[in-house]
């Protein structure tokens, strides 16, 4: 869950094309950890899975799914994002909190897994 307030920004230094998505790197001053590989981070309102940490240069996976369906289409080098660590328990929350509301219950008719990611198909019958 993230809470909306901004409070770090990073500059895409690479993209790495690959046949099914894009490894983005990202340099920042953002204080993060090596236990903190696979945390989910906001970047520019796009959760994002932290894949590596090296000195300064976040690097995050992003699926054709994820590119097809966020602003990350049209990312290029020296662009700069807004970047967000989820909360923490205990942490003063002064934007907005995002929790998973149940609006609707399905069944899922698909599951393919596509790189590292997998894309899942759900029946949509209201």
Do not use: W
């Not at 920004?9 to 696979?38: P, Y």
């Not at 520019?44 to 799914?65: H, M, P, Q, R, W």
């Not at 990312?75 to 609707?104: A, F, R, T, W």
């Amino acid at each position: 869950m993230f809470n909306g307030i901004i409070f770090n920004q990073g500059k895409v230094e690479k993209l790495v094309k690959k046949k099914k998505g894009v490894n983005l790197f990202v340099k920042s001053n953002i204080t993060l950890k090596a236990k903190d590989l696979g945390i989910s981070v906001s970047c520019d309102g796009a959760c994002l899975t932290l894949v590596s940490k090296k000195n300064k240069i976040l690097e995050f996976y992003l699926s054709n799914e994820t590119l097809n369906r966020t602003k990350f289409k049209y990312i290029i080098n020296g662009d700069m994002i807004n970047l967000e660590l989820p909360i923490k328990k205990g942490q003063n929350i002064s934007g907005h909190i995002c929790q998973g509301h149940v609006d609707y219950v399905s069944r899922v008719k698909k599951i393919k897994l596509v790189d590292k990611s997998y894309f899942v198909e759900f029946s949509a019958n209201r």
